[in-house]
């Protein structure tokens, strides 16, 4: 074989690699996602791509950038348990929160999209969260009641995605049958749909103005906060059923 037809040969495995990218990518995008996820998705996508391409000429994948959200939430706990500035905590954590807008769109534009990563942005996701909630507790910005029934909705929302995939993974399966259960339910199940988006979005925005009140004189912050704290727990409601509703 000549020099020649191994780049031939390199070019078709190249080839065959990103229309498999490619595949993964639709599949993610397309699955079961309802037109206002899939525009938003594709419009995030479209507006952070000139960012995506300097990441992909630069190495940097969406999975460290992952990383750094958790790397930032650490720093985010020492600041606080070494009694730096309140201010100097949340800009850390906006940083993080940050990460979690860009890590999607660069998974999915420079066709980056991992079973792995999937998993690393919920749990990122939850850290950043639980930090938070612990400092909405410690000064006291959200009546506890409200903290405990947001919690739980989400541990019951936690139980209807994962009980199924659960019980089927621990039955055991071969090794082929577990692959393609971890996969199916990764880039599927994970997922989140409108209402789980809009949840989150209640969440984290609720507390950003709750904890911003702390640092910032805007007027009725905290109001707008516990009042989006109120619609996320709404959301967690009804993102429940949709859930349950899948799951039967």
């Not at 070019?11 to 993610?28: D, H, N, P, T, Y």
């Not at 009641?145 to 993974?169: E, G, R, V």
């Not at 199916?184 to 949840?199: E, H, P, V, W």
């Amino acid at each position: 074989m000549n020099k020649q037809q191994i780049k031939e040969r390199l070019e078709k495995l190249k080839e065959k690699g990103r229309a498999e990218r490619q595949k993964i990518k639709r599949l993610v995008i397309k699955r079961k996602d309802d037109f206002l996820t899939a525009l938003e998705k594709n419009w995030r996508d479209w507006a952070l791509r000139p960012l995506t391409d300097i990441f992909k000429k630069t190495g940097i994948t969406a999975n460290q950038i992952t990383y750094l959200g958790f790397i930032l939430i650490g720093i985010a706990i020492w600041l606080n348990q070494q009694g730096y500035d309140l201010k100097t905590q949340l800009f850390i954590l906006i940083i993080a929160a940050i990460t979690d807008a860009i890590d999607g769109p660069t998974a999915r534009n420079n066709n980056d999209v991992t079973i792995l990563g999937t998993w690393l942005d919920h749990l990122r996701d939850g850290a950043l969260i639980a930090w938070a909630t612990y400092l909405i507790y410690k000064f006291n910005l959200l009546n506890l009641q409200l903290i405990i029934i947001l919690w739980s909705l989400q541990l019951i929302l936690i139980w209807i995605t994962l009980k199924d995939f659960l019980i089927q993974y621990l039955r055991g399966l071969s090794d082929t049958e577990e692959k393609v259960l971890i996969t199916k339910f990764s880039l599927d199940n994970l997922q989140a749909s409108l209402t789980g988006r809009m949840q989150f979005f209640c969440w984290t925005t609720g507390y950003g103005f709750l904890l911003g009140s702390l640092v910032l004189t805007i007027p009725y912050a905290a109001t707008v906060g516990q009042s989006l704290v109120i619609l996320a727990i709404i959301f967690s409601a009804l993102n429940i059923s949709e859930s349950y509703k899948k799951s039967i």
